[in-house]
């Protein structure tokens, strides 16, 4: 984890050095320090660094103490990492950003969780509720294994453009607990638009399976083929009653999915039928959706900010059939088969290449 960071900051320096105007003696000192370092000799990197810093412009001396505390840190000196980080967290500014990621990796690898929460805290202070400062809010609350706390801080960094696909799945797995359906389905199949392939898919994949196909959704399709080689109507033997008033209540969503007591089963003819389970089940994430779009007011959406903020217009975007279609099996192409599918289909890949 130190590592991954190290290297995003340390571009992020590099990329600041370049914007700025060093002497000619503390650009050397500098170019040779970065030689050093990704040559691994951290002790030769360090004493050049610490004498660039003597040379540069009293402005630039933030750039030469970045990388003194990352030395320190490759070194294993972790008490001096840490007191060389301070001062640029303590300044703000240009370099707080790439201080902070180390300085919590440092922390986190540490288990110094109180040291953790107070440097959050302190930036937090500083500049405001950005996302790496949640993440670590969030992660705080899994280790005291608060779920409120971590719904409401994974609430926070989805409703930020920099939020990842894997973010909305793991807001995900905490509405399947709390057993809130719309919201898991929701999160799930948003998380898997945004990053078909993320880490999370399968935890993804898992609740949209669970919740939109349910455990007898094989021998709901093989009563479907059936019927239609007898040409009849499928017998489900299930109860369509509670759903035939024109605008179902968000109570009764719990009957549409998974496919138990089925409305959805009811409007799902194409997913019965489709060619492979990836197939079947993007017509019923296109299906879910659909149903989600048209309950502004529901009681589930008052959970979560993310329906004004993100979702809101997701859904009125996918009102458009090809639109949804698309979306809906962009979602599974982190499966070869679910690839297979979207590429199969003309229309869509046409759609796809006009963007």
């Known amino acids: 984890m130190r590592t991954i960071f190290l290297s995003l900051f340390l571009a992020l320096s590099c990329g600041l050095s370049a914007q700025v105007q060093l002497s000619p003696q503390a650009e050397k000192d500098y170019k040779l320090g970065k030689d050093y370092f990704f040559k691994a000799d951290y002790r030769a990197a360090l004493n050049e660094f610490q004498e660039g810093k003597k040379q540069a412009e009293a402005e630039n001396r933030d750039l030469f103490q970045l990388e003194i505390a990352h030395c320190h840190l490759r070194l294993k000196e972790y008490e001096k990492a840490e007191k060389a980080f301070k001062p640029l967290i303590k300044k703000g500014g240009r370099l707080l950003p790439s201080a902070f990621q180390s300085l919590s990796s440092l922390y986190i690898d540490q288990k110094e969780t109180k040291k953790l929460k107070r440097l959050t805290d302190k930036a937090v202070r500083l500049q405001g509720e950005q996302i790496a400062f949640l993440r670590n809010y969030f992660y705080l609350a899994s280790l005291e294994k608060d779920q409120k706390a971590q719904q409401k801080y994974l609430e926070k960094i989805c409703a930020l453009p920099q939020a990842t696909g894997g973010d909305f799945i793991q807001l995900a797995q905490l509405a399947q607990q709390e057993n809130e359906v719309e919201l898991a389905v929701m999160a799930a199949s948003y998380g898997l638009v945004r990053e078909p392939r993320s880490s999370y898919k399968k935890a993804a994949l898992q609740i949209l399976e669970q919740q939109l196909m349910g455990p007898n959704w094989t021998n709901y399709c093989e009563i479907a083929q059936k019927a ?112 297979h599918n979207l590429l199969s289909k003309k229309d869509l890949v046409e759609m796809m290449k006009a963007k």
């Open 228 to 339: 239609a080689q007898a040409k009849q109507q499928p017998d489900f033997g299930l109860d369509f009653s509670p759903l035939q008033t024109a605008a179902p209540t968000s109570e009764q969503f719990e009957l549409i999915v998974p496919l138990r007591a089925a409305q959805l089963l009811k409007d799902s003819s194409q997913a019965l039928y489709a060619a492979n389970p990836s197939q079947q089940l993007s017509e019923l994430i296109s299906l879910s959706w659909l149903f989600l779009g048209q309950h502004p007011r529901a009681k589930y959406w008052e959970k979560t900010k993310l329906y004004q903020n993100v979702y809101q217009e997701f859904l009125e975007k996918v009102k458009v059939p090809q639109k949804r279609k698309l979306f809906s099996h962009l979602a599974l192409v982190g499966r070869e088969e679910g690839l």
